[in-house]
């Protein structure tokens, strides 16, 4: 099949996506019976939630609901590609992969290796690279490494797990990593011209917005030291660099500073007042980014990843409106995190 393919498919797709009118619709509803209730007449939500009776739903049943939703339209549309499915193409599981390894970690450090198995998703089982049953049995970091001694992960992770205090920042440094080292990889040989430097600078890009936001957590949540912030950063760059970092950490105000850079580097927009939230900013600049680049798309896999960034958006969305639903928000509170 062409890769043509795969790029019309994607862009019929966003088609789909809810509009302005559907998320002011949902933000009325009274409960997340109501939300659900609304999804279920949409054609993308119809078959997920068919058999489910809104009434007795929960929230983190809906919201398990609609990420493997996200999940299965990825699956569908890969089998329109035209090139090697466990190459480039593959990214989002990959993605998917790195984020289940982290929370095992987390589980493991923290005792929670009940929640984690319970929270595993049963149609990531068998796309992982290790076993994500025995890793959600690991009670220690050693028999965590264990399972993942097969994996790229091992070499990577083992410095850090085998301390007796292992650093959890520091354990997902090294996962991230290892998945730009992948993408990176497999780009070099699957993807030529253009196409390749555009997608390498998304993975780039992201990198860039991950460790602004590291940057921003860690500052205002916990005031730690520039050098200790620092040394969690993702070793890659797209248009920001260490010392610009630096700068905004050592400044009189940084969390100003850093405000600045995520609206200067474009990873966000309207950031600039006091209580303006960076995560909003950058998921808007997100959506306006990629919703661009799928409509100019000819490759691929830039036109699923694309479609992927606003299928997750979209999740986002409808996770914080039934947050706010159940929670008894106003309406025009809950439109305040909406993107689009």
Known sequence: MSSGAIVAKSKTVFGSLLKKED???LIYKGSVAGVVGYLKQKPRYKAVFAEINEAGLHRAQAEALIEQNVFDSYMRICRFAAGDKKGIMSFYIKKLEAEQLIKAIIAVNSGGQERFFGNLPPYLMDKLSFDAEEAARAKTMR?????IEKTPYYKALYPVLSEDKPDMEAAALAVNCCYIKWAFSKLQSSVKGKARDRLKSFFLRKADLDNLLLCYRLRVNFSLEPEEIEKLLIPYHYRLNINEIDEALRAPDPVSELKKLFVNKKLAVNINRKDDCPELGAGAMNYRFFRHR?????NETEALYSLMVLFETEAMNIYRI???VRYGLP???IEKYIII
């Not at 028999?143 to 399972?147: H, K, Q, Y």
């Open 23 to 25: 998320y002011m619709s």
């Open 143 to 147: 028999e965590l490494l264990i399972v």
């Open 294 to 298: 799928l409509a100019l798309s000819e």
């Open 322 to 324: 039934i947050e706010g």
């Open 331 to 333: 309406p025009e509170e």
